[in-house]
């Protein structure tokens, strides 16, 4: 009879853990701005909401992305050092240089008069 009515032990037990579960909710809710649905009042994670920071935490954070803006600067320098090294820019200028050296002797250009005399005579 008595499991007719309020079901097999395990669904006793279940019943009395989601019972605790919920009076703990709202316990917490009481205390630190948890809505009694659980859901930590909108914040993300299950953290609790931040209190409000004082001038030192804000100088503090103020400081320490100075800090991380200045390494990003550094590190972003570094590859651009890699990424632009001087032998590659030697390199294109020999590269230039050939190219119009080729390019010279490729342009067609008239004959002076002893060039002709000396096709001629052989």
């Known amino acids: 009879m008595e499991r007719l009515i309020y079901g097999s032990r395990e669904d006793q037990m279940r019943d009395q853990l989601e019972t605790q579960r919920k009076i703990e909710q709202e316990e917490m809710a009481k205390m630190g701005g948890v809505s009694p649905m659980g859901d930590?009042?909108?914040?993300a994670g299950g953290m609790m909401p931040q209190q409000e920071q004082g001038m030192y935490d804000l100088l503090e954070n103020e400081r320490q992305t100075g800090?991380?803006?200045l390494f990003a600067r550094r590190q972003n320098r570094a590859l651009e050092?890699?990424?632009r090294s001087e032998s590659g820019d030697e390199?294109?200028?020999l590269l230039a240089g050939q190219e119009a050296r080729l390019?010279?002797?490729q342009a067609p250009r008239q004959l002076t008069p002893y060039e002709i005399m000396g096709i001629i005579g052989g």
């Open 40 to 43: 930590m009042g909108g914040v």
């Open 91 to 93: 390199l294109d200028r």
């Open 103 to 105: 390019r010279q002797i």
């Open 67 to 69: 800090e991380d803006v």
């Open 81 to 83: 050092g890699l990424t």
